[in-house]
């Protein structure tokens, strides 16, 4: 018991010591974020104190919608101690103040807790949370400098129009600073385990190309940068098509750096306002059509391997079902069998002696012998076709194409008047399963033209050759009984078999009645 209780313990010391040591990481990872991000910024100034691209912005809102709301207090003593950081930066004075700005601070908090905890929250994966980031960017500046100026001592030396002239610039600083960095962030935060691949070396080498071509163009032709500027947002959407969100973010923030670079090295303040409209034209666009080229290709992806499963579905249903037919085939021929050994060889036997029996009593008419006689044919008539049902013999007997030119199908249609013309052309051999549907199918369309047309011509076109089979059945005829009528039951037969030997079946009524079976050997 005691055992346990000192391993628990250790266990314990253990999980607060790792805890301590992420939350001090995530502090050195903020303030070093912070002052890095800080630094760029006060290079890009325009105005004395007032970033035209605030970069501190982006790499606050990524921290704190990156990591859970157990880090946010060390974030918060990070933030105070980067504000005391500027106060020396800007006047040489150091003051510490944690409570300093706290319900802006505690507000700012609470939008973005509100945005995570949402039905869409903010992230790079989706669509919806693109959407959402880039309204938390928006909301989070506009909300920090207009409903909390009072709390910024540079309203002290601003008036009327100037103060909301400042707040603007200073909102579409926030927001310029917060789409070039966030995005980056969030990305890194999410592939930070990743192996690099051959996918992101790809990425990498275009951006280097695209970052060269940028350059060396610039550098020959400086005249050119309004033109480059306005071509940065081609390469954006070409790599949110190519390679997705990932391609999107890189290359957005390629183009974006080498627009800030030139704005921080030209100084002008009319340069730079109008490199914001184009940072945050690249960073909108990047991250809607990355996120919807993303999710384009998982929607692909799953449909994919839905059509793979179905795909997998449909040979093993095409398997069953040429299995089951060939299991009826065999279950018919046995009954046949059965019924042509035994029932059929007693009637036989029984007409025989009825007759011998009729020959004994000629002198002596006897109406039951007669009626007996007659009985006992009908009865081996119906036997008889009964047997052919279940199993066509003189497919047996003469073989496919003898039984299609001279068997049963031409009796029947001369006895209902109908021309019957069979081509067969057989340069190849047919298995016994195909040479079954064959036969079944034209047994099928023959009782059809029969008992369903006025037909007076039905023709049949057999081609075997060592890749595919095709089968043509047409009459000449109308029908006089609708699907509806019949039951439909006989096409149906016809492309139950077609499909269970993985075949394609046509029916057409234009000019008479048509049918076309093609198998892929």
């Known amino acids: 018991m005691n055992w346990h209780k000192l391993v628990s313990t250790k266990c314990s010391s253990l999980s607060l010591i790792t805890e301590a040591f992420n939350q001090l990481l995530v502090f050195a990872l903020y303030f ?42 060390m974030l918060w003593i990070a933030s105070r101690l980067y504000a005391s950081y500027l106060g020396v930066y800007y006047s040489g004075e150091w003051s510490f103040d944690l409570f300093h700005g706290f319900f802006q601070e505690l507000t700012y908090m609470a939008i973005v807790y509100s945005f995570k905890k949402s039905r869409w929250p903010p992230k790079i994966t989706s669509n919806s949370g693109a959407l959402s980031l880039i309204l938390l960017a928006a909301f989070s500046a506009s909300f920090k400098w207009f409903l909390f100026s009072s709390a910024f001592e540079f309203t002290t030396w601003l008036e009327g129009k100037q103060v909301l002239q400042y707040q603007l610039n200073m909102t579409l600083g926030d927001l310029t600073g917060t789409l070039l960095v966030a995005p980056a962030l ?13 996918h992101h070396a790809v990425i990498l080498l275009s951006l280097l190309a695209l970052a060269s071509i940028y350059i060396v163009s610039y550098l020959g032709h400086s005249d050119l940068y309004p033109l480059l500027r306005l071509c940065s947002l081609l390469p954006v959407i070409w790599f949110s098509y190519k390679f997705g969100i990932k391609g999107a973010i890189a290359s957005a923030l390629v183009s974006n750096t080498l627009i800030v670079a030139q704005a921080g090295l030209t100084q002008d303040a009319t340069n730079t306002y109008i490199s914001q409209l184009f940072i945050l034209a690249n960073s909108v666009t990047g991250l809607l059509v990355g996120t919807a080229t993303n999710e384009l290709k998982i929607k692909n992806n799953q449909l994919q391997a839905s059509n793979e499963k179905l795909t997998a579905l449909l040979e093993k249903n095409k398997q069953l079902a040429k299995r089951m037919v060939t299991v009826q085939e065999n279950e018919r021929k046995y009954l046949s069998q059965e019924l042509h050994d035994e029932l059929g060889q007693n009637l036989t036997a029984l007409k025989t002696d009825l007759t011998v029996l009729s020959i004994a009593q000629r002198n002596n008419e006897n109406t039951l012998v007669e009626g007996l006689k007659e009985n006992a044919k009908a009865m081996y008539d119906s036997v008889y076709q009964i047997m052919h049902h279940l199993r066509p013999r003189e497919l047996d007997e003469l073989g496919l194409e003898q039984a299609l030119k001279e068997g049963r199908f031409n009796s029947l249609l001369s006895k209902a008047s109908i021309k019957y013309v069979a081509e067969i052309n057989l340069s190849s051999a047919i298995s016994d399963e195909h040479q079954t549907a064959i036969y079944r199918i034209c047994q099928e369309a023959v009782t059809n033209c029969i008992k369903h047309s006025t037909a007076t011509e039905l023709r049949l076109r057999l081609l075997a050759h060592e890749q595919y089979i095709r089968l043509t059945i047409m009459d000449n005829g109308k029908t006089k009984t609708t699907l509806q009528e019949s039951g439909g039951f006989g096409l149906s037969f016809i492309e139950e078999r077609v499909i269970a030997l993985g075949g394609t079946c046509t029916v057409t009524e234009i000019d008479g009645f048509k049918i076309e079976v093609y198998f892929d050997i």
């Open 32 to 73: 070093l974020a912070l002052y890095l991000s800080s630094w760029v910024s006060n290079h890009l100034e325009t105005v004395a104190q007032s970033s035209a691209i605030y970069l501190p912005a982006g790499v606050k809102l990524a921290f704190f919608v990156i990591f859970p709301v157990r880090f946010w207090l």
């Open 186 to 198: 969030l990305l890194i935060s999410q592939s930070y385990s990743l192996m690099p691949s051959r």
